[in-house]
């Protein structure tokens, strides 16, 4: 079936199957960003914007999507930028496999929540694994970019 | 694998009702963040999304919520924060992260009866009702114990009251399934204890219920109590965690919401 779709900010029109789930639409149509890294539902790799929500558009059917709003990573390249250097800067990016799900988290997250506490920013990034770090880095690297009374 | 042959997005109850009802593999869709890791043939799925039923009122006497309200609406919903201490939202945001929250739907978790539901348990505890487009209305602990017939669960129902209520969990990790969840509720008095990821779905304890309700609480008596649930309820065994561990596990977690509700002012 034939849905419209607005993929950062551009109206794009997608050939896609009943079954078929958006993180395979959108890698199919060039959004490499997206990463796929378990069979559960679980892990945040997926992470696109819905709407302006973050979603795992691995559990998301494309043809239920019609006329929606969707952001990638691909979208917000210069935010994307910016928090990637700090993650680099604090050593918390290893094989990087998980970075965009988890940047794409943490893009949503400034924008959802104002002045987060810690016990806030674990709890939102919750959805988002890692299987090289322990965290820390990230943890350090997110309190940086926001800034304010957490530094 | 899950197939679907057809997806359906229809307007009304009445046209989704229909479409369902056709074919024996015809599907209601939820949040599908569940139904993808299974291997259900889905011949036409039938999608609830254009309906407007994502939704939190607050009415005279109810909060209604729409079956496509998603676990992270019921998370920072102001008006779910202000009653029963905010349970709900507290349940709720214990499941995987924001993005899946931002996914899963009210109506397919309660529709689905899912044992290691958060959200189930503390609907229980609370005067919760849900109606059904055939079915009609019923209270939350009917549904849960008739047949499973196919129906679409389109809005729940929670009575507004001053009720005070708890939830505990227990898991190996954070964002992980619970081993066991228990949530109690008090108003005036009448006490309600229920205990889900048994890992059958959620139960009230109505002999330990009723027997709390009768006053006099001290220590001994909430240990009591906690014996009791233990003892009523049956529990069995996963890969989380055998019958015989829940069963010990819940005298902690009962004693532990009814200490919390307890210290409510």
Known sequence: MEIGVIINNEEVTLQVSADEFLADTLRTYGMLGIRKGCDTTSCGLCTVWLDGKPTLSCSILSARVQGRKITTIEGVEKEAAEFAHILAAEGADQCGFCSPGFIMTVLAMKSELKNPTEEEIVHYLTGNLCRCTGYAGQLRAVKKYLGGSLL | MFTIDNLVQPETLEEAYKILTEKRNNTILGGCAYLRLGSQRIGTAVDLSKMNLNFIKEQD?????????????????????EYFGGVLPKAVSNVVGVQFRNIVTVGASVYARYGFSDLITPLLALDTEVQLYRGGRMSLEMFLNKPLEKDILATVFIKKSAKKAAYQHLRKSASDYPILNVAVSNLDNQWIIAVGARPQRAAISRHASEELSKGNMTNEKIDHIASLVAEELSYGTNMRGNAEYRKAISKVLVKRAISEVLQWK
């Open chain 2, 61 to 81: 006497e109810y909060i209604a919520l729409g079956c496509m309200t998603t676990f992270r609406d019921v998370e920072i919903s102001p008006v779910l924060h």
